[in-house]
């Protein structure tokens, strides 16, 4: 069964801290990869999404790509009060699959 | 601007009673799915649909029907809802975008089966 692993958190950053977020999938046929958040009470929101080894930066986040240990992670610059959320982590499931799983996602909490 | 809207947001219905909750978007996405999120499960998939006439039955598809009469709706049905039904269903749409398909969510509809 395809699986995508997070840990629940919650994780608590300090305003201004790096938030290290990360995940880590089953199915070596996944090729996208995706990350939403998700505030209490809402639907989920993509941030951004990566599909290269590697890094790929948007503004304050940061996700990693590395294939071979199949493992992505988000990293959130200068985190603010307002990023406090749950950010799933996403693979699509198989490649050219246009189904993703989920993970269970982790509560990012970042304190002034 | 384009959007993807469910109705209702809000639903309390009885045992064994059929349901249906309604996902509209204007994105003009060939792909639309159903998801239910609970505590402890995160988002599962129920059903999907790649086109028009096209369904497919996903991870936790028994008890829910779908069908796809055209490119901008896929309504869930609940044939005989049960207590175990009670969570929060969201539905998406998706197309290629940037090599990749993203999918973007509804606004959720709280349903409870008492």
């Known amino acids: 069964q395809k699986e995508v692993e997070q840990n629940s958190g919650p994780l608590s950053v300090p305003e201004g801290a790096i938030a290290s977020l990360n995940c880590t999938y089953s199915?070596?046929?996944?090729?996208?990869f995706f990350w939403y958040r998700q505030y209490s009470g809402k639907s989920p929101e993509l941030i951004m999404f990566?599909?290269?080894?590697g890094d790929k930066e948007d503004g304050r986040f940061t996700a990693q790509l590395n294939k071979a240990s199949q493992y992505v992670s988000l990293l959130i610059r200068d985190s603010q009060p307002s990023d406090s959320a749950t950010y799933l982590c996403?693979?699509?499931?198989?490649?050219?699959?246009?189904?993703?799983?989920f993970g269970k996602g982790t509560k990012l909490s970042v304190i002034p | 601007d384009a959007e993807i809207t469910q109705s209702p947001r809000h639903k309390i219905t009885e045992t064994g009673r059929q349901v249906t909750l309604a996902c509209h978007q204007t994105?003009?996405?060939?792909?639309m799915f159903w998801y239910r999120q609970d505590l402890g499960h995160g988002l599962r998939l129920i059903h999907y649909?790649?086109?028009?006439?096209?369904?497919n039955k996903g991870e936790v598809s028994d008890g829910y029907s779908v069908s796809r009469s055209n490119t901008e709706d896929l309504p869930l049905t609940l044939e005989s809802a049960a207590s175990s039904q009670t969570s929060v269903y969201f539905c998406?749409?998706?197309?290629?975008?940037?090599?990749?398909?993203?999918?973007?969510f509804g606004p959720g509809t709280r349903l409870t089966v008492t």
């Open positions: 994105w003009n996405h060939n792909n």
């Open positions: 199915d070596r046929g996944s090729q996208s």
């Open positions: 998406a749409s998706s197309d290629r975008t940037g090599g990749v398909y993203e999918q973007y």
């Open positions: 996403a693979a699509e499931s198989g490649a050219g699959s246009y189904q993703l799983t």
């Open positions: 649909s790649y086109g028009v006439h096209d369904t």
């Open positions: 990566i599909y290269s080894n």
